[in-house]
């Protein structure tokens, strides 16, 4: 019987492309925060391209930063597997929402001194989670 989450839920077969891409854009930009290690190298990364745009040096990592971090690429990494391997439209859904919330602490932490750099990241999110809620909210 289907649920109202199925009857709801986009049906073009390339809203699952969609929801693949996102888990590939996740898993290219997230992996490196899933350990210690490439964390550093992302973090140095990062700081030497907010350097090269003219934008303010990135704060040092603190082992509380990079114990967050790592948890966040981790299950991130997970995630993007499980879309990318055993995609569904749901997974569009949740995903979608989990974006419009880091979309909104990326803003947070904008309004708050976060490194300028992070518009960019913010403009992404607010697309890819745009991209994957708006099938579901069109009429039906």
């Known amino acids: 019987?289907?649920?109202?989450?199925?009857?709801?839920?986009?049906?073009?077969?390339?809203?699952?492309?969609?929801?693949?891409?996102?888990?590939?854009?996740?898993?290219?930009?997230?992996?490196?925060f899933a350990t210690p290690w490439t964390l550093a190298l992302v973090h140095?990364?990062?700081?030497?391209?907010?350097?090269?745009?003219?934008?303010?040096?990135?704060?040092?990592?603190?082992?509380m930063q990079v114990l967050y971090a790592n948890l966040m690429g981790s299950v991130v990494v997970v995630w993007s597997l499980l879309r990318l391997l055993r995609p569904q439209r749901v997974h569009g859904l949740?995903?979608?929402?989990?974006?419009?919330?880091?979309?909104?602490?990326?803003?947070?932490?904008?309004?708050?001194?976060?490194p300028d750099l992070l518009w960019g990241f913010l403009a992404v999110e607010a697309a890819w989670g745009a991209a994957q809620l708006a099938p579901w909210l069109r009429k039906r």
């Open 1 to 32: 019987m289907p649920t109202v989450l199925d009857t709801a839920a986009p049906q073009r077969h390339s809203y699952l492309t969609v929801v693949r891409a996102s888990a590939v854009y996740d898993l290219v930009v997230t992996a490196g």
């Open 44 to 63: 140095a990364g990062l700081d030497g391209l907010s350097g090269a745009l003219g934008l303010a040096a990135f704060p040092a990592l603190d082992p």
């Open 94 to 114: 949740f995903d979608g929402a989990a974006r419009v919330l880091f979309s909104l602490w990326m803003a947070y932490a904008l309004a708050h001194g976060g």
